[in-house]
């Protein structure tokens, strides 16, 4: 077979080169240079459609698709209600986290009904025998395969329908030049695994490694090619396991899934309301519990603070699960819109359980947590806060606000502090839960912090 001639390519400025270059040649910059296939890209999209011409939106065919369930609840709420057929879905996550473990499980179950596929790029056959004893996985029909050429694997593919690639970064197309893993193959490798889901109907699962600095094989080289992309999130050390949607063509884009490695396997945890909250908050200054939303549902998450005199020299800002940028500007609201001194503080923010708290709606637990931390005063551990925080001290309206308040009636809260604006809309359950609805910061700290004492 014709190698294919391929080309290092910057990714500052187009520079091309015939060879790697540590430094491009055209910006300066080092280590830009990508290779790249010489040969046309194929448009992946239009694979699926016989013809090219153009078709009228009321002419095209309305698909019902079927979605595959895994076996696993919360793996199907994540990817938004069980697989898409022909659809190709990205799992990342460190190595050793889980993600051949759960893939696996999914194989096991899915080759129940549907001819399965696994290819192992990286473990031995009997490595991979050993795994699906220690999960119980009888299914005598999943077939393994050994093998890391593509070329090959698709051949193999043809007779499947539901193909598990582990792991992208270890497999490889002899006709391109690099090894397995560059930027080149494993871009090169998505792009013909896409064109095989998409032409050939086959469901793909394709595992990822995350590389050191936090990317998958580079400057996220895969997510754009892949319908779904899922990261798997987590401690090593923690059992706990947390499954994000980072990017779903056919679902939302924000849930999140909550596991638990044991020895037997990962085990969904469809209870999570405790996970990210401590039984004896309250007892202690600093703590708080918000209601996040991620997807369709709402997360109870408790916001911890820590506040300690700076010795000597700047002052340490250390958040965890929030954003810095975020409690940086809300450390400087409260100095300056609720008088509350923090520039002489070391102070440590940290969201329950390992969750990243993106949305601007934890701001106001973020500062009801912050203020009960400098003033050493415990939060009630029945009262729980939403609502964004505006540079002003004004506190904003949030999304789904009836959402997250009928949530925390459910978790037995008695009392919520919510912006004014969404009041209107939550009013009628105020006989169930005390609601609060404030429009300043300083109003929210005076309603969470009724005993607390003006320093
Ligand atoms: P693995 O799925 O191989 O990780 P990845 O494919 O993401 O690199 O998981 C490896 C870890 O999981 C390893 O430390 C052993 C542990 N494990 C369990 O705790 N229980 C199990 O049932 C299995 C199969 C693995
Ligand atoms: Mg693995």
Redesign the pocket.
């Known amino acids: 077979m014709a190698k294919i001639s391929s080309k290092f390519v910057c990714q500052e400025c187009g520079t091309v080169s015939p060879q790697w270059l540590g430094k491009c040649p055209g910006c300066g910059k080092f280590g830009t240079l990508v290779e790249e296939t010489d040969a046309p890209e194929e448009v992946v999209g239009s694979i699926a459609v016989p013809t090219s011409k153009p078709t009228a939106l009321k002419d095209i065919e309305n698909v019902k698709y079927a979605r595959i369930s895994t076996g696993i609840k919360e793996l199907d709420t994540v990817l938004g209600g069980g697989v898409v057929p022909y659809s190709i879905v990205l799992i990342g996550?460190?190595?050793?986290?889980?993600?051949?473990?759960?893939l696996?499980q999914v194989s096991g179950e899915i080759a129940k009904t549907q001819r399965v596929l696994y290819v192992s790029a990286e473990e031995s056959l009997s490595h991979v025998k050993l795994?699906c004893e220690?999960?119980s996985i009888t299914a005598e029909n999943l077939m393994v395969l050994n093998e890391c050429r593509l070329e090959h694997i698709e051949k193999v593919a043809e007779d499947y329908d539901f193909i598990v690639i582990?792991?992208i970064q270890a497999i490889y197309l002899s006709s391109l030049s690099g090894s397995a893993g560059s930027v080149g193959q494993v871009k090169e490798c998505a792009s013909r695994l896409m064109r095989l889901a998409k032409s050939k109907h086959k469901t793909v699962f394709v595992?990822g490694?995350v590389t050191k600095d936090g990317g998958l094989a580079g400057p996220k080289v895969l997510e754009h090619i892949v319908d779904t992309v899922l990261y798997?999130e987590g401690e090593p050390q923690d059992?706990l396991k947390l499954l994000r949607a980072v990017k779903n063509r056919f679902g939302s884009a924000q849930e999140v899934g909550v596991f638990e490695?044991?020895?037997?396997?990962?085990k969904e945890v469809s209870d999570f309301s405790g996970v990210f909250m401590s039984e004896n908050r309250g007892a202690q200054a600093g703590s708080v519990v918000t209601q996040s939303v991620s997807g369709n549902r709402v997360v109870p998450v408790e916001v911890q603070s820590l506040i300690s005199k700076t010795v000597f020299g700047m002052p340490r800002r250390m958040p965890i699960g929030v954003d810095y940028n975020r409690m940086v500007l809300i450390l400087a609201v409260l100095e300056r819109r609720a008088y509350l001194p923090f520039f002489n503080q070391d102070v440590y923010v940290n969201a329950m359980g390992g969750i990243k708290l993106t949305e601007p709606s934890s701001d106001l637990a973020v500062c009801l947590s912050l203020a009960s931390a400098v003033k050493n005063t415990p939060i009630e551990k029945t009262t729980t806060a939403f609502g964004e925080v505006g540079l002003t001290g004004e506190v904003r309206a949030v999304s789904f606000a009836e959402k997250r308040v009928q949530n925390a009636i459910k978790l037995g809260f008695k009392k919520v502090i919510i912006p004014k604006r969404n009041y209107e809309n939550v009013k009628k359950y105020a006989d169930k839960i005390t609601i609060v609805p404030v429009s300043f910061v300083s109003q929210a700290i005076k309603e969470g912090l009724p005993n607390a004492t003006n320093e």
């Open positions: 996550g460190d190595p050793g986290i889980g993600k051949s473990t759960i696996t795994r220690r999960l582990d792991s595992i490694h798997f059992s490695m044991t020895d037997v396997g990962i």
